[in-house]
């Protein structure tokens, strides 16, 4: 599976913005997908999955205020950003995974390229 993350840039504290990544190659919708971040200094973290069954699981620090979701036709992740802060400032991976911890980087065997959302305060 190749990814490619867009859809990143600068945002004001409260704002909002959606990423894409899109997926070819192997069929997208048999894989779990993912999106970690990465902050500067700071290891990469889970952010959100999706299932290939559709189920959703999300990071405490981003629940309520992102969503993740795919579209299998397409074959495109999204992760819609809302009530962005500056702890989200963070180059953003999408990830594809044909099983195991959904929040384990190393349960994923795809990787996009990242996207760098930077939030201003």
């Known amino acids: 599976v190749q990814l490619q993350a867009s859809g990143g840039g600068l945002v004001q504290a409260g704002g909002s913005l959606r990423l894409s990544c899109a997926a070819s190659g192997r069929t997208f919708s048999n894989y779990n997908m993912g999106w970690f971040r990465q902050a500067p200094g700071k290891e990469r973290e889970f952010v959100a999955v999706v299932g290939w069954s559709g189920i959703k699981f999300y990071a405490d620090s981003v629940k309520g205020r992102f969503t993740i979701s795919r579209d299998n036709g397409k074959n495109i992740l999204y992760l819609q950003m809302n009530s962005l802060n500056a702890e989200d400032t963070a180059v953003y991976y999408c990830?594809?995974?044909?099983?195991?911890?959904?929040?384990?980087?190393?349960?994923?065997?795809?990787w996009g390229q990242g996207t760098l959302v930077t939030v201003s305060s």
């Open positions: 990830a594809a995974a044909r099983g195991g911890s959904y929040s384990d980087t190393q349960s994923y065997d795809y």
